[in-house]
């Protein structure tokens, strides 16, 4: 229910249509033309002419692999910042979990001080009133009294704002009164840094996804190496011209003469060193 889950949807959405995107192969194109001619030589005979050609391009092997490595890597990269964003989600409720606990503790603590001084301001009161002590000190008594209402007071406000907090990433309504069962968050044990690092490599969603990135960097830069051939094109055409008719396959290729991609080979070269 949780806004942030429709953006994890579309984040898992996102990485297997980068997937697919990459495997898919250009559409075939159709060329149909029309037209009038005449003969310029013989009787200068007229008539309709008719031609059509199917193009397919087929793109080059090598750097069509090296198009699906980059896309799965990026597919990647998209699932650990989903990955990341559950996490995010996750460390929330527990934050506000955690602070409601924290919250109703400090509210036992200032209500059993408040406790204390209300004990002192009555042992104070009655001993005023037996000339046991001075009118000052049941003055201090008091005030010291009405400072611990105040502060629970305070933190009785400051549970409230938890609860609420906690109610609101809850969604579903809850209790009217909350029954918490839990431990307020203790230390941790020290971490070897080796393990912590090891940890962190293999589970950490900005580690993962800073890794395919590079991973999709490298995969982009063999991919723009290997373009410098481009795509072939293979052609079937058909032409009904008034003197003949003719059917015929044709082949283009790319020579990587004066371009051979160095543009493209620069900047991916560039963006895998960031």
């Known amino acids: 229910s949780h806004p942030a889950s429709a953006g994890i949807k579309a984040i898992e ?15 075939p194109v159709i060329d149909v033309s029309r037209a ?8 200068g005979m007229r008539g309709t002419e008719n031609a059509f050609s199917i193009t ?19 597919a990647e990269a998209l699932r650990a910042e989903g990955v990341e964003a559950r996490w ?3 460390l929330e409720a527990r934050r506000a979990f955690a602070g409601l606990l924290y919250a ?7 209500r059993s001080v408040e406790a204390d001084a209300r004990s002192l301001k009555d042992l104070t009161d009655r001993r005023a009133e037996l000339g046991e002590s001075r009118e000052a000190e049941r003055i ?28 609101a990433l809850a969604v579903e309504p809850l209790a009217l009164t909350l029954v918490l069962t839990g431990e307020l968050p203790r230390p941790l044990a020290p971490v070897d840094s080796d ?17 395919a990135q590079a991973a999709q960097q490298q995969a982009l830069l063999s991919a723009a190496r290997r373009a410098r051939i481009g795509d072939i094109d293979v052609a079937f055409y058909r032409a009904d011209e008034l003197d003949k008719v003719s059917n015929g396959f044709t082949i283009g290729l790319t020579i990587p003469l004066w371009n051979a991609n160095r ?9 895998a060193a960031l």
Do not use: C, H, Y
């Open 88 to 90: 995010e989600l996750i």
């Open 13 to 27: 959405d996102a990485a297997a249509a980068e997937r697919k995107a990459a495997r898919l192969i250009p559409d």
């Open 104 to 110: 109703r503790a400090l509210v036992d603590i200032a």
């Open 36 to 43: 009038r001619g005449r003969l310029t030589e013989g009787n």
């Open 140 to 167: 201090k008594a008091t005030v010291e009294w009405l400072r611990r209402q105040r502060d629970l007071q305070a933190a009785e406000r400051g549970a409230e704002a938890a609860e609420s907090i906690l109610r």
């Open 263 to 271: 543009g493209e080979v620069a900047r991916t070269a560039a963006s």
């Open 56 to 74: 397919q391009s087929i793109p080059w092997p090598a750097s069509f692999a090296g198009k699906i490595r980059a896309a799965d890597s990026g």
């Open 195 to 211: 393990v912590l690092r090891k940890r962190l490599s293999a589970e950490n969603p900005q580690m993962r996804a800073a890794q």
